[in-house]
């Protein structure tokens, strides 16, 4: 498997530019989960889903924020309006549930760099 | 309000010996607990796990610690190599709570020659 996949590595935008991340988790997982890397929140979670059903999006920071799983193999991030304060690394990961795995952690990709400017 | 906390943003030790890395907690609720290693432009890989029953889980060259009294864990990287220099993330799951993960801020390691 070629593990979890982000799409773009790095994206440029100027502010009030609409942005889209795209992530493909790992087949046969059952939960996809994106996060913010910043310095001074560490990993924050922003959205979750289970089998394509987003379960938590207590994270997502404003309505700006948006995502969405149309199938077990694709996952969207959307923000639109872009701003400045967005910048920071997004990470997709995706895992098995409860009942399968033994560690219950999760696969990452690598990430998208997003700086608005 | 962050639940899992690793108020050391950067450690360094020499080539050969013990680094250990700390992690606290607030939410009793927590029932496993990971540990997660990141290098630059890669994204974090799971590095090893405890469950809240256990109080050590050890793995070749890493070790665990969870002393649930204090809300705390730590990682034990015996001998630290040039390798493990990366960021470590402390995670932790709820008893309950699907397969949610909550990361700490992490720590910067750096192991010199």
């Known amino acids: 498997d070629a593990g979890v996949i982000q799409s773009p590595r790095h994206e440029v935008t100027e502010m009030g530019q609409e942005v889209t991340l795209r992530c493909k988790p790992i087949s046969g997982h059952d939960y996809l989960f994106w996060y913010r890397q910043t310095m001074m929140r560490g990993l924050e979670l922003l959205i979750y889903?289970?089998?394509?059903?987003?379960?938590?999006d207590s994270g997502m920071p404003e309505d700006r924020f948006s995502a969405k799983m149309p199938n077990a193999s694709f996952s969207t991030l959307k923000i639109q309006p872009s701003e400045p304060r967005d910048s920071a690394v997004y990470f997709c990961?995706?895992?098995?549930?409860?009942?399968?795995?033994?560690?219950?952690?999760?696969?990452f990709g690598s990430g998208t760099r997003l700086t608005v400017v | 309000d962050q639940q899992v906390k690793q108020n050391s943003p950067s450690l360094s030790v020499q080539e050969g010996r013990i680094s250990i890395l700390n992690c606290d907690y607030t939410n009793s609720m927590f029932d496993y607990f990971l540990w997660y290693k990141k290098y630059p432009a890669e994204g974090p890989t799971f590095l090893i796990s405890?469950?809240?029953?256990?109080d050590k889980n050890e793995d070749g060259r890493f070790t665990v610690f969870l002393n649930k009294s204090a809300k705390h864990l730590s990682l034990h990287i015996v001998p630290s190599q040039p390798g493990d220099s990366a960021v470590y993330f402390c995670?932790?799951?709820?008893?309950?709570?699907?397969?949610?993960?909550?990361f700490g801020t992490g720590t910067q390691l750096k192991v010199e020659l």
């Open positions: 995670a932790a799951r709820v008893a309950g709570g699907g397969n949610k993960l909550t």
């Open positions: 889903f289970n089998n394509n059903v987003p379960i938590d």
């Open positions: 405890i469950s809240s029953i256990k």
């Open positions: 990961a995706s895992s098995f549930g409860l009942s399968g795995g033994t560690n219950y952690g999760y696969t």
